[in-house]
C-alpha cells in the first residue's frame, strides 16, 4: 500500500499541536509527547522544516517552536517536501531505473497519473485541514 512516510507524518502531527504565528511557543519535548514522536527523531527534522519557512524557532526563555504561517497557508506537499524532498513520488512503481516515458514500464501510466493525482492532494490539502480534522476525530471519540 503507498503512503507518506513516517517522517513525513510524524512533521504533520507535530505541526498541528503548534501555534501559529504570534501564538505560544512550544518546546521540542513537550511537541514531541503531544504528537507521539521520539523526541531524538523530532530533533533531527527541526532544522528542515525551519529552513523551509514552515516554523520558526528561539532559543532561551520564552523561547520555543511556532508556525511561521498561519496552518490554512502551510500545504502537506510542502511538509513532505521539507523533511524527505520528493521521495514519496518515486519514479517507477515497480523500482526499474531504466523507466521513463520514454522507455515506459507496464504500469508507467498508471503510476504517473496517480502521483499527479496525489501532487494535487497534497497541494490542496492544508495543516488547518488536518487540524480540523484531528478536532472532529476528538469530538466523535468523546461523544462515545
Request: some cysteine.
Amino acid at each position: 500500500m503507498l503512503c507518506l512516510s513516517q517522517t513525513t507524518g510524524y512533521a504533520i502531527a507535530v505541526l498541528a499541536h503548534l501555534h501559529g504565528p504570534g501564538g505560544e511557543p512550544r518546546q521540542l519535548r513537550t511537541l514531541a509527547r503531544l504528537a507521539g514522536v521520539p523526541y531524538a527523531y523530532l530533533a533531527k527534522r527541526m532544522p528542515g522544516l525551519v529552513a523551509a519557512g514552515l516554523v520558526s524557532s528561539a532559543r532561551g526563555r520564552g523561547g520555543g517552536i511556532r508556525l511561521a504561517r498561519p496552518p490554512e497557508a502551510i500545504t502537506l506537499l510542502e511538509i513532505s517536501e521539507a523533511v524527505e524532498a520528493r521521495q514519496w513520488l518515486g519514479r517507477c512503481l515497480l523500482g526499474l531505473d531504466s523507466c521513463s516515458d520514454e522507455r515506459a514500464c507496464p504500469a508507467h501510466e498508471f503510476w504517473k497519473a496517480t502521483r499527479q493525482r496525489i501532487e494535487v492532494t497534497l497541494r490542496s490539502t492544508t495543516l488547518a485541514d488536518v487540524i480540523a480534522h484531528d478536532r472532529r476525530q476528538a469530538r466523535r471519540r468523546a461523544a462515545r
